[in-house]
T-cell receptor, first 113, second 114 residues
């Protein structure tokens, strides 16, 4: 009964490929996020969706396209993968008005060869 | 935008001693300051948070202090135990009803020496 679950946990692929990471939350939250954590552990937000609507879109290459089919899911599709995309990607979710606690998934480690 | 600085980047303390991690932020409108703990191979987990209308908050061995004037906040862990070893992140955000963006510090790797 994992609250925020991501698949796959590990993803190894060649440069130029297209890949997707899926995220699902069973907390009933209305907002979901994608973060990127680089090799130095720096965590930076990429996107957030509130009720399936894109709210935050940081300076991310347009090769990255999030999709939220419903409030419980936020998937991340990456086209034409590059070496620099190698990182751990975390999905998170939150709920409520005002200051919201964010709950994180276990992460997807993407390695681009 | 918000900028959060965190120090130190690594910290080793003897089991039973206290650990202190400090963060500063740049946006005076930030009003929410959570601390996350990330264990190896896992996602960050909230351990404590503080809102700008409070100066200090404590939860068992963990406490957080906030100085709004100086724009800095600190995490204090007392009576440290081996299971406290992890990477700790501070973060800051402002209320924006669905558009909150957590800006994280660069992390502190805490090692508890048995």
């Amino acid at each position: 009964d994992t609250a925020v679950s991501q698949t796959p946990k590990y993803l190894v692929t060649q440069m130029g490929n297209d890949k997707s990471i899926k995220c699902e939350q069973n907390l009933g939250h209305d907002t979901m996020y994608w973060y990127k954590q680089d090799s130095k552990k720096f965590l930076k937000i990429m996107f957030s969706y509130n009720n399936k609507e894109l709210i935050i879109n940081e300076t991310v290459p347009n090769r990255f396209s999030p999709k939220s089919p419903d409030k419980a899911h936020l998937n991340l599709h990456i086209n034409s993968l590059e070496l620099g995309d190698s990182a751990v990607y975390f999905c998170a979710s939150s709920q409520g008005e005002g200051l919201r606690i964010q709950y994180f998934g276990a992460g997807t480690r993407l390695s681009v060869l | 935008g918000e900028n959060v600085e965190q120090h130190p980047s690594t910290l080793s303390v003897q089991e039973g001693d206290s650990a202190v991690i400090k963060c500063t932020y740049s946006d005076s409108a930030s009003n929410y300051f959570p601390w996350y703990k990330q264990e190896l191979g896992k996602g960050p987990q909230l351990i404590i948070d503080i809102r700008s209308n409070v100066g200090e908050k404590k939860d068992q061995r963990i406490a957080v202090t906030l100085n709004k004037t100086a724009k800095h906040f600190s995490l204090h862990i007392t009576e440290t135990q081996p299971e406290d070893s992890a990477v700790y992140f501070c973060a800051a955000s402002r209320t924006n009803f669905g558009n909150e963006k957590l800006t994280f510090g660069t992390g502190t790797r805490l090692t508890i020496i048995p």
